[in-house]
């Protein structure tokens, strides 16, 4: 069992919903991501959180939102998506990120499918 | 800007034979990932390399690193079909060990008997 929990399994929202997706560890870690898999293709990084502070947005669109409330959560907020966002969303979290810490791999929760009618 | 190259993208085997997925990478990184993933499920660290040299095995898979040569592979010994599944290499997006991981497409692996 994955120790990244992510809610919910499986989201159907329509273009004018406004949903949530939540991320949850308790391994003290202080990194935690977002990333995007559309089918039969890799994760692509969306963004990351490092000590509650977001410290990486790759361009994603404005209709996606991240917060961090602490350092155990991470949300996703969805606000007028399109159908070609409909993907497996896969949170994930390290120790911590930067430079001179040593290594510090990513634990990847079961990540939610999101479609998008 | 990073480039991880996984080849081939669509591998299948017979079991009991062995084969070996190369993955390329564009930047000075010491630090490289082995990921699998079955259909509609996460990712599964499978190994971590993070020196030249390194080689780690775990079952009927084997992976290596060429920090010189930007390549690793991921060797099979013996397919058996219960590997079928996605395998991703990735490698770290700034080398400091702590950042993001860009991944190489993934290689698709059915073993068939």
């Known amino acids: 069992d994955t120790e990244v929990t992510q809610t919910p399994k499986h989201l159907v929202m329509g273009m004018t919903n406004k949903k949530s997706l939540k991320c949850e560890q308790h391994m003290g870690h202080r990194a935690m991501y977002w990333y995007k898999q559309k089918a039969k293709k890799p994760p692509e990084l969306m963004f990351v959180y490092s000590y509650e502070k977001l410290s990486i947005n790759e361009s994603v669109p404005s209709r996606f939102s991240p917060e961090c409330p602490n350092s155990s959560l991470l949300n996703l907020h969805l606000h007028a998506l399109q159908p070609e966002d409909s993907a497996l969303y896969l949170c994930a979290s390290s120790l911590r990120t930067g430079t001179g810490f040593g290594y510090s791999p990513l634990h990847f929760g079961n990540g939610t499918r999101l479609t998008v009618t | ?113």
């Open chain 2, 1 to 113: 800007e990073l480039k991880v190259e996984q080849n081939p993208l669509f591998l299948s085997m017979q079991e009991g034979k062995n084969y070996t997925i190369y993955c390329n990478y564009s930047t000075t990184s010491d630090r490289l990932y082995w990921y699998r993933q079955d259909p509609g499920k996460s990712l599964e660290s499978l190994f971590v390399l993070l020196s030249n040299g390194a080689v780690k095995q775990e079952g009927r898979l084997m992976a290596s690193l060429d920090t010189k040569a930007r390549l690793s592979t991921l060797h099979i010994t013996a397919a058996v079909h219960d590997l079928s599944a996605t395998y991703f290499c990735a490698v770290d997006k700034e080398n400091s060990g702590n950042t993001p991981l860009v991944f190489g497409k993934g290689t698709r692996l059915s073993v068939i008997a």
